[in-house]
């Protein structure tokens, strides 16, 4: 009797044990980037809500000048597994979990002839995607190319200590190209 009970109790460390391995493996896995984008909302794309889009550890690079961000193949892979034709969706950026962007939103400019005047992440013809401060970029012959770029900057404003959050942890990781 003595036997069975201490078989008992082992097996149930084992399986406490074992449970909270496999818990930290999860946390592990998830925790392989600080920086994490999840989907909120979409439009023509089926992405679940909160839906891993990317992690910090997908972007090769983000070009300050030309605003060009560069996803690894597997980072490519899960942003073209969703089908494009015109959809967007909302994503958010999270650092250490907090929120960077309250959104940003994700479409194919392919096909895209709305006017974005938010941070927008875009696939754009020339098969590269881009984070920018709106979409398409303002021409000055726009009737009201002042004013759609006053909301922009106000916008890029509302959301610049997350950006600069954003751009500091690239630069940390020497994801940065100038």
């Given at each position: 009797?003595?036997?069975?009970?201490?078989?008992?109790?082992?097996?149930?460390?084992?399986?406490?044990?074992?449970?909270?391995?496999?818990?930290?493996?999860?946390?592990?896995?998830?925790?392989?980037?600080?920086?994490?984008?999840?989907?909120?909302?979409?439009?023509?794309?089926?992405?679940?809500?909160?839906?891993?889009?990317?992690?910090?550890?997908?972007?090769?690079?983000?070009?300050?000048?030309?605003?060009?961000?560069i996803?690894?193949?597997?980072?490519?892979?899960?942003?073209?597994?969703?089908?494009f034709?015109?959809?967007?969706?909302?994503?958010?950026?999270?650092?250490?979990?907090?929120?960077?962007?309250?959104?940003?939103?994700?479409?194919?400019?392919?096909?895209?002839?709305?006017?974005?005047?938010?941070?927008?992440?875009?696939?754009?013809?020339?098969?590269?995607?881009?984070?920018?401060?709106?979409?398409?970029?303002?021409?000055?012959?726009?009737?009201?190319?002042?004013?759609?770029?006053?909301i922009?900057?106000?916008?890029?404003?509302?959301?610049?200590?997350?950006?600069?959050?954003?751009?500091?942890?690239?630069?940390?990781?020497?994801?940065?190209?100038?």
């Amino acid at each position: 009797m003595r036997t069975l009970k201490c078989l008992l109790v082992a097996g149930i460390v084992l399986s406490i044990i074992s449970c909270n391995k496999n818990q930290n493996v999860v946390d592990k896995k998830e925790g392989l980037s600080v920086m994490l984008v999840k989907s909120t909302t979409g439009s023509g794309l089926k992405i679940p809500e909160k839906e891993l889009i990317f992690t910090g550890d997908d972007i090769i690079s983000f070009n300050l000048s030309t605003s060009e961000i560069i996803f690894t193949n597997e980072g490519d892979k899960k942003l073209s597994s969703f089908s494009f034709n015109g959809a967007s969706a909302t994503l958010n950026f999270y650092l250490n979990g907090e929120p960077l962007f309250e959104s940003a939103i994700y479409t194919a400019a392919a096909y895209s002839s709305f006017l974005i005047n938010d941070l927008v992440l875009y696939y754009s013809v020339d098969s590269k995607y881009y984070l920018s401060n709106g979409y398409p970029e303002i021409a000055d012959e726009w009737l009201d190319a002042d004013d759609v770029r006053k909301i922009r900057e106000d916008n890029a404003q509302k959301r610049k200590i997350g950006w600069d959050t954003f751009i500091g942890h690239l630069s940390k990781i020497n994801k940065i190209v100038k």
